[in-house]
Each structure stands twice: as structure tokens, then as C-alpha cells.
């Protein structure tokens, strides 16, 4: 199957500071991308959907101004948590898709606010 | 919009059992279904997926069925392994790969040797 790449797979930061998570789709464009947060042993919530070019979509209750989505190519998307806070320590996991692949997921960055 | 439910949330079986997960989905116009595998902080991986034209899939040991009147569907592995392990979600979507997909809470199946 294809590859999607997540950078980093684990970070550890001060409260305060930002951390920027980068999604790479290796071998095919995707013209979207989409961001979940997954807490232990819950599913996975989507946060926001990013198109390439364009704005992301975000859920309800996820807030963009401290979730920074960027989709600038067909082959990155990034997500940066801004002014980080213990409770948004989680597994953070990327997914990429186009109009011929279904999604596939990066292996996940597991962020720890201390 | 779409919501997804499955149970069980847990489940444990010997291996050789088989193992059987159930989810419903609430949007009619929901046409994809696939089914994840999730290892322990590891990424998920598609195991299986079935679309709203095929009622059945199967594929060596997991199989999934699909009721589109009744708005939902299953998975199946038979002969379980010990490496099954894991927490199996499903989920639904409208326009395949290229939209949404909304998630069931996931399942832990636990198989024992």
C-alpha cells in the first residue's frame, strides 16, 4: 500500500511552547489529509480535514487558533500545537487519501506536555 | 452528520475461536466500509473494507458482512491467533477514501493461546 510518513513519532515539550507535526505522503498526491487525536485506549476523533490549497475544516470543539493545520503540496500537511498544555499531551496520527487510494495513516507522534 | 456504533468494546476469546465484531452506521448515503487493525501505539492498518454494492467480502480469515437495510455490518475472523490481538474499529464513509470517515469506539480483542 502506500506510504504516509508522520514526523516526529514522539516529542516531548515544555507548557507553553509549540510543536509542529509533519505529515508526508510518500508515493502518491493526496489531495487531502486528515488530523485525529486519539486518547489511551479511545478511538480515533478527527480533528480537521485539510485540503491542499486550501483552508482546513475543523470539528467542532477542536480550536484553530491552537491547532495549525497547513496543507501547502499534495505531499505535506503539518499540524502545530500552539501554546501546548499538559492536556493536550495524546497520540496525534495523520491520514492521507486521493480519489483512488483509500486513506492510509502515518505511524502516529506521540506528544507529552510537561 | 454520520454516527458509527460497535460493540463489543472488549472481547476475549481462546485461540481457534472466532471472532465476531458488529457496528451500525445512522447515514443512509454512507457507501465504504473499513475495518482497522490498531497494535498497541502503532499506526492503524486496513485489513478489510466492503462497498455498499457487495454484501460480502472475505479474505483468507476475516470476512465482513454488510446489511445496507439494516444499516449495519461485521467482521468475522475465524480460526483465531494469538497475534489477532489488537483493537479492531470500523468505520463509514460517503465517497469512499477521498471523504470523511467517521469511527466506531473500537473493539480490544484479546485472544488467548
Known amino acids: 500500500g502506500a506510504v504516509v510518513s508522520q514526523h516526529p513519532s514522539r516529542v516531548i515539550c515544555k507548557s507553553g511552547t509549540s510543536v509542529k507535526i509533519e505529515c508526508r505522503s510518500l508515493d502518491f498526491q493526496a489531495t487531502t489529509m486528515f488530523w485525529y487525536r486519539q486518547f489511551p485506549k479511545q478511538s480515533l476523533m478527527l480533528m480537521a480535514t485539510?485540503?491542499?490549497?486550501?483552508?482546513?475544516?475543523?470539528e467542532q470543539g477542536v480550536e484553530k487558533d491552537k491547532f495549525l493545520i497547513n496543507h501547502a503540496s499534495l505531499t505535506l500537511s503539518t499540524l502545530t500545537v500552539t501554546s501546548a498544555h499538559p492536556e493536550d499531551s495524546s497520540f496525534y496520527i495523520c491520514?492521507?487519501?486521493?480519489?483512488?487510494?483509500?486513506?492510509?495513516f502515518g505511524q502516529g507522534t506521540r506528544l507529552t506536555v510537561v | 452528520g454520520e454516527n458509527v456504533e460497535q460493540h463489543p468494546s472488549t472481547l476475549s476469546v481462546q485461540e481457534g475461536d472466532s471472532a465476531v465484531i458488529k457496528c451500525t452506521y445512522s447515514?443512509?448515503?454512507?457507501?465504504?466500509f473499513p475495518w482497522y487493525k490498531q497494535e498497541l501505539g502503532k499506526r492503524p492498518q486496513l485489513i478489510i473494507d466492503?462497498?455498499?454494492?457487495?454484501g460480502e467480502k472475505k479474505d483468507q480469515r476475516i470476512a465482513v458482512t454488510l446489511n445496507k437495510t439494516a444499516k449495519h455490518f461485521s467482521l468475522h475472523i475465524t480460526e483465531t491467533q494469538p497475534e489477532d490481538s489488537a483493537v479492531y474499529f470500523c468505520a463509514a464513509s460517503s465517497y469512499g477514501g477521498y471523504s470523511t470517515l467517521t469511527f466506531g469506539k473500537g473493539t480490544m480483542l484479546l485472544v488467548s493461546p
Open positions: 485539510s485540503n491542499e490549497g486550501s483552508k482546513a475544516t475543523y
Open positions: 466492503i462497498r455498499s454494492n457487495v
Open positions: 447515514d443512509s448515503a454512507s457507501n465504504y
Open positions: 491520514s492521507a487519501t486521493s480519489r483512488e487510494t483509500e486513506a492510509f
